[in-house]
């Protein structure tokens, strides 16, 4: 048999095996790049500078394989066949699945504008997720299928530099002073201090150690483009304040709506006074998230229940079902939750889904209706009674009235 319908059988034991696309093509540097960028949107595939350069094709030696990682994250495995003239391309896909997050960071660290988060998202979520080390064995499989031979397979990873860095300094290891390394040492300070107290949901405090934090931030800082550094800043600080939310015991499922609208308000600043009043907006609504949803002033079973809540908010939720659900007896629980937090579980539910519904009627666009339907309420105008309520206005006046509200 020859190597290449050796080649073609590969083909299809790894996409049978992995769900992961793969083309066979020549090896040369335009092949490669058409057929790799099949696979990519418009706004990828003319938008990013592509991975892999003609001196990395050139250097390829068969027998090897090859496992790249590009500026965005996405993984592709190559060999070389047919002496050095055919090569088998199985990409793209995700090591980890995409989070908001990971695609936030992603267009991040490549310089991209934020808008682009949404069609990003479901490019990623559209990409299968295989773990490397069985990406690694199905690989070799299908390599010693081509090549007829069981010796052991050389395996190396390319990791490209950035295409895109984020300016932050031109500080040396060697050219860092005594005066550098003291503004360092402050900045660190006021940021653990900024954190800790983020927390604790210390709006005040938090300002404070911000307004600190920034002042010797802008002493180490110096780049051509005070904007973008100010933007590049704030999703950092973005990061760093979901991180330390997370610390009292806030789900990070519900810290991604805050999170990855934050970092569209940071990216649209027009201004740096924009950009500047954004992070304070964004230290004091993570501030006052924290106080109205920490968990960790509650024991570990009421925090399994409200974190049962909140997980599974928009289905039929009951006493008898979550107590189920996290294995305890629905009496146990019941009297267990209110004397911590002072409600009974159903009033609970109440308010965390009017909490939820109140934060899509100031960060997305959709419809009251979808929006009551989506948290849990299957009858539009007892979600209008309690909404006003818990709120004392109507959803759509708060729509009307809400800016920057979690």
């Given at each position: 048999m020859e190597e290449q319908e050796k080649a073609?059988?590969?083909?299809?034991?790894?996409?049978?095996?992995?769900?992961?696309?793969?083309?066979?093509?020549?090896?040369?540097?335009?092949?490669?790049?058409?057929?790799?960028?099949?696979y990519f949107p418009d706004f990828i595939r003319n938008g990013f500078p592509f991975f892999i350069t003609r001196s990395m094709v050139e250097s390829l030696q068969p027998g090897t394989?090859?496992?790249?990682?590009?500026?965005?994250?996405?993984?592709?495995?190559?060999?070389?066949?047919?002496?050095?003239?055919q090569v088998l391309i199985a990409g793209p896909y995700l090591?980890?699945?995409?989070?908001?997050a990971f695609c936030e960071q992603s267009l991040q660290d490549n310089g991209k504008n934020l808008s682009l988060l949404v069609p990003f998202s479901q490019f990623c979520l559209s990409l299968p997720v295989v773990g490397s080390s069985q990406m690694l064995e199905v690989m070799r499989t299908a390599m010693r299928v081509i090549t007829g031979t069981d010796r052991e397979i050389p395996y190396l990873h390319y990791e490209p530099q950035r295409h895109y860095t984020q300016?932050?300094?031109?500080?040396s290891a060697e050219g860092v002073d005594a005066a550098s390394m003291e503004l360092l040492e402050h900045r660190y300070y006021y940021e653990k201090?900024?954190?800790?107290?983020?927390?604790?949901?210390?709006?005040?405090?938090?300002?404070k150690y911000y307004r600190q934090f920034s002042q010797e931030s802008r002493s180490i800082v110096r780049t051509e483009d005070p904007l973008r550094t100010a933007k590049n800043l704030g999703f950092s600080l973005n990061t760093m304040l979901r991180k330390s939310a997370e610390t009292a015991g806030i789900h990070p499922v519900y810290l991604d709506i805050i999170?990855?609208?934050?970092?569209?308000l940071i990216e649209n600043a027009n201004t740096m006074r924009e950009a500047q009043e954004c992070k304070s907006q964004m230290i004091?609504?993570?501030?006052?998230?924290?106080?109205?949803?920490?968990l960790d002033q509650y024991s570990p079973l009421?925090?399994?229940?409200?974190?049962?809540?909140?997980?599974?908010?928009?289905?039929?939720?009951?006493?008898?079902?979550?107590?189920?659900?996290?294995?305890v007896s629905p009496s146990y629980l019941s009297r267990l939750f209110n004397r911590e937090t002072g409600d009974s579980i159903s009033n609970y539910i109440t308010k965390a889904r009017v909490e939820k519904a109140a934060g899509l009627l100031s960060f997305s666009g959709m419809s009251i209706q979808n929006i009551a339907f989506y948290v849990g309420f299957g009858d539009l105008n007892y979600f209008s009674r309690c909404f006003k309520k818990y709120k004392r206005m109507t959803p759509t006046e708060y729509r009307a009235s809400s800016s920057i509200g979690v």
């Open positions: 073609l059988i590969s083909k299809q034991f790894i996409e049978v095996m992995l769900k992961v696309p793969v083309i066979l093509c020549p090896a040369r540097m335009e092949a490669i790049e058409t057929g790799i960028k099949e394989l090859y496992h790249i990682t590009d500026f965005i994250n996405l993984h592709n495995n190559l060999f070389l066949y047919d002496g050095k003239n090591a980890h699945p995409a989070d908001t300016e932050i300094s031109n500080l201090l900024l954190l800790q107290e983020v927390a604790q949901g210390s709006q005040d405090l938090a300002l999170s990855s609208n934050f970092a569209m004091s609504a993570y501030c006052r998230f924290v106080r109205k949803n920490r009421v925090r399994k229940a409200i974190t049962y809540i909140r997980i599974y908010l928009a289905d039929q939720l009951t006493l008898a079902g979550i107590a189920k659900g996290i294995r």
